[in-house]
């Protein structure tokens, strides 16, 4: 049984900064990329930023690079998002997923089966 925790979020002004982590347990073999993904109201829900097991790989949505910053610790099979200079645009609930992941130069596409967290909302005041 795969569960994953997140932790983090909040509200901040534009500019300021939020952590949100991510936690998952009972992940088993290779399919290990993990990321984090979000939705806005009425809208499709998109990658935002995913990385593979090693952390070796890492896929940021273009309005995210340079801002944000996805880690990995292996051991604790956590994963650490960084936002920085956060924009209102920003606003939206994020979701992590963990396996079943297709992680690529171009994209990062979680399959329906991905295992999710419950979501946490991040707001960016202007």
């Known amino acids: 049984q795969v569960q994953v925790v997140e932790s983090g979020g909040g509200s901040v002004e534009t500019g300021g900064s939020l952590r949100l982590s991510c936690t998952a347990s009972?992940?088993?073999?290779?399919?290990?990329?993990m990321g984090w993904f979000r939705q806005y109201p009425g809208r499709e829900r998109e990658a935002v930023s995913c990385i593979s097991w090693r952390g070796d790989r890492v896929y940021y949505i273009d309005s995210a690079k340079d801002r944000f910053t996805l880690s990995r610790d292996t051991e604790k099979n956590e994963i650490l998002l960084e936002m920085n200079n956060l924009r209102p645009e920003d606003t939206a609930t994020y979701r992590c997923?963990?396996?079943?992941?297709?992680?690529?130069?171009?994209?990062?596409?979680?399959?329906?089966?991905?295992?999710w967290g419950q979501g946490t909302p991040v707001t960016v005041g202007t």
């Open positions: 997923a963990a396996g079943r992941i297709k992680l690529a130069t171009g994209g990062c596409w979680a399959r329906t089966e991905a295992y």
């Open positions: 009972g992940l088993i073999g290779d399919d290990r990329v």
